[in-house]
């Protein structure tokens, strides 16, 4: 069994199904999600979004941005598709992976957007959204890190003319926090949330996908 030092950015969680996706021979427009768990159990927790759609899910619980640049290539930039919608940040904010300043997020955020152009591949950024306690890392203070994160992912987006999916502004309470209604542990979307974020997302999609 391979170790996480192994396989740090987790390039063989998804490498049998993109070789079947890269060996199709399709004229659909491919929309990838690309994040962490918030993207990873959007497919358990409200399955009925990507069905009957040409949605991939390539999102890894737990990962921070230098993991998902690194599994770029691999997990979008190979499997051809017109759109990738990126979430990401949170899990750097957590500390997951160690230390990680502002700049250091948003060099491998907009990495993954300058990659994603060159293949000519449309990006779509979407906000962090809200937290005010991490339940796994409950030193941090993400509240206000995140508000910051997104304001900077923002302002990037419209220099860019990249659409900007702000999930934070429609989910986030008077805490700055996710509330009970959206998630049941204050980080994770429930159905509701999800419900919340997929027109959203959609109308984003149906911008540049026409």
């Given at each position: 069994m391979e170790t996480q030092s192994q396989d740090w950015p987790y390039l063989n969680k998804y490498k049998k199904e993109n070789a079947a996706i890269e060996g199709a021979e399709t004229g659909e427009k491919r929309i990838v999600f690309m994040g962490d768990s918030i993207t990873e159990f959007w497919s358990n927790v409200h399955p009925e979004f990507f069905q009957g759609k040409s949605y991939i899910n390539r999102g890894i619980s737990g990962q921070t941005s230098p993991q998902m640049l690194l599994r770029f290539?691999?997990?979008?930039?190979?499997?051809?598709?017109?759109?990738?919608?990126?979430?990401?940040?949170?899990?750097?904010?957590?500390?997951?992976?160690?230390?990680?300043?502002?700049?250091?997020?948003?060099?491998?955020?907009?990495?993954?957007?300058?990659?994603?152009?060159?293949?000519?591949?449309?990006?779509?950024?979407c906000s962090?959204?809200?937290?005010?306690?991490?339940?796994?890392?409950?030193?941090?203070?993400?509240a206000d890190t995140i508000v910051e994160l997104n304001k900077n992912i923002k302002s990037y987006a419209e220099r860019n003319s990249i659409p900007y999916v702000d999930y934070y502004s429609a989910m986030t309470d008077d805490q700055k926090g996710l509330p009970f209604c959206y998630s049941t542990d204050g980080v994770h979307p429930n159905k509701g949330g999800y419900q919340v974020m997929e027109p959203l997302v959609e109308k984003a999609i149906s911008l540049i996908c026409i």
């Open positions: 290539r691999a997990d979008v930039i190979d499997l051809k598709p017109a759109a990738v919608v990126i979430l990401a940040g949170g899990n750097d904010i957590a500390g997951n992976t160690g230390p990680s300043t502002l700049e250091m997020i948003q060099n491998n955020i907009f990495s993954m957007v300058e990659l994603a152009q060159i293949h000519h591949i449309k990006v779509i950024l962090v959204l809200p937290a005010n306690y991490f339940y796994w890392s409950p030193k941090e203070k993400p």
